[in-house]
């Protein structure tokens, strides 16, 4: 029952870091600058972690570099990820911002557990698990298409012409999430611990993200946007990310990869919501009506399906 508890909490703060990014990223001027910032601050977070729970920061390099080369890249996808959710927080609101990725999670989870990619367990596809993912697919339906036109909200997302660019990005970052679960699952089993194993993809991570922001700062000559104040806690999304990585590898050993991803799923959402409702942290306020907390339902209804059946 902790298990479950810390996983919902999890899941429910997970929302509240892509708010926080998205805050510093209009401080800073650029996402790159944002994703940068909030993998260098998780690594205090992931090395405390480790002294903590293992004893030593040990990073087996030469170990994981006997490994296919797809292990390394964890931490590019991971830093994919948090860019596109910073851009996608201020085009699509937090609740589209969370669901679309869960779709294309679900989506590419089936495809990776299907053929066994990433040296993870095969597991067949099934009528039961194909028809949660169409469950999913209508939650999605119906959070981002009828439940926005039923209650009229006039948003940034319905006056953009590039909707679907934003929505097609959120989609493919969510399978991003998926293939990145599966590398780093594979790259705990070679560092014999969550935390190394998180640490080492937020150092790789990180590593890109400089490449990229050294790249997009010869391209602008040196002319980057002018900073803006920043407060306290914009500098926190890191440590949360850390910490959901750490706690997402930690309960799934006590309750399993499925009632993982259900408790996480249903706290996300949940903390979306709230947070288009409220405005929380300067987010743009957007109704919640019930079309979109009946396709919340039947999207962790779908997901249900898929992982435990």
Known sequence: MIAVLIGFATGLFTPLQTSINTNLRERLGMPQQASL??????????????????????????????????????????????TSNILLMSHL???????????????????????????????????????????VLAGVFMIVNLGAKREKT???????????????????????????????????????????????????????????????LARRKGNLPARKKTSWWMWTGGSIGAVFVVVTVHIATAIGTGMTVIVMLVGMIIGSMIIDALGILGAEKRPIGPLKICGAAIMVGGACMTYLL
């Open 37 to 82: 910032a909030n993998f260098v601050t998780a690594i205090p977070m992931l090395l405390l972690l480790a002294l903590i729970v293992d004893g030593n920061v040990y990073l087996p390099l030469h170990d994981i570099a006997q490994q296919p080369l797809w292990i390394w890249i964890g931490g590019i996808l991971g830093s994919a990820f948090i």
């Open 93 to 135: 609101g937090s609740v589209s911002t969370v669901v679309l990725p869960i779709l294309g999670q679900v989506t590419m989870g089936m495809i990776v557990d299907h053929f066994g990619l990433f040296n993870s367990i095969r597991i067949p596809m099934t009528p039961a698990r194909g028809a949660g993912v169409a469950l």
């Open 154 to 216: 006039k948003t940034r997302e319905k006056k953009s012409p590039l909707v679907w660019v934003w929505r097609t990005m959120g989609v493919a970052a969510g399978m991003m999430v998926a293939c990145q679960t599966a590398i780093n699952t594979q790259l705990g089993r070679v560092a014999d611990s969550p935390q190394r194993a998180a640490l080492m993809n937020f150092l790789v991570g990180s590593c890109f993200l400089l490449i990229i922001y050294f790249i997009t």
